[in-house]
């Protein structure tokens, strides 16, 4: 049975949470702020849905989102704001992939 995106967030932030106990073992408490945690919560949850959306094999889907980060792209340094290499790459690797569909 396919798992839901809820177990999915479940099951990521457990590893997540172990690596930081890992990677921290100074640190005695487990203590995060409830309203921190529903923050994260919310991000998870975009995470997987957005991961879903890119990378399922849905003829189109990954060119639509690659012209709507292209679009939003142009549209930012239209405007003048700031724009990185990682931006650039990012539409680049998006229109790859669209491209091997």
């Not at 839901?4 to 590893?15: F, H, L, R, S």
């Not at 931006?87 to 229109?95: A, G, K, L, N, S």
């Amino acid at each position: 049975m396919k798992p839901t995106d809820a177990e999915i967030v479940d099951v990521a932030q457990c590893a997540f949470w172990d690596a930081v106990v890992d990677m921290l073992p100074e640190v005695k408490t487990g203590d995060f702020p409830p309203d921190a945690q529903f923050a994260f919560d919310e991000a998870c949850r975009k995470a997987v849905t957005l991961w879903r959306e890119i990378n399922k094999p849905e003829p189109g889907a990954l060119l639509s989102q690659t012209v709507a980060r292209a679009q939003d792209l142009l549209e930012r340094c239209r405007d003048g704001e700031p724009v990185t290499q990682r931006d650039f790459e990012t539409v680049i690797d998006f229109c790859r992939r669209a491209l091997r569909q």
